[in-house]
């Protein structure tokens, strides 16, 4: 690695550039804010999966949010939505790396929850991939032990 940096350093000496060498270790913490500390906290609490509502323009965002994408208003109308909805799409994902909730084959989603009427992206369980449908309804599954996070949902199942 050292190589490689002095080599490209040389192929830069004649440049008027600035080069800087080091290593960056960044642990972090942020704040979910106002808005998703309470849409965290309902789903740790009492399993209410909770969205804004536009007074604009009616949209129903799940997760909440505090400003409508679309008309720019301050959204402080708090909706439960249910724990059905309907698959818009979905992908299935092999890859197996560090960033990843559980161990592949994972099948992500977009789900419609019924009252929502923005998709909400989680993880789809309990389904052979080969019955998969857009357009069938799925149902959160919580997690027993919640903690504050979007996997208290674990998953999405099929409706049945
Ligand atoms: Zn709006």
Redesign the pocket.
Known sequence: MAELIQDRVEKLKDLDVFVYHGKIYIPNTYTAGIVGSRFLIELRDNKKIMGTR??????VYVPARSV??????Q?DDWVEVSDVGTLQTYTVDGHNNAVQPVKPPIIYGIILLDGATTGLVHMLSEVDFEKLVIGMRVKAVFAEKRVGSILDIKYFKPLV
């Open positions: 536009c007074a604009e323009c009616s949209q409508c994408k679309y008309c720019y208003a959204l």
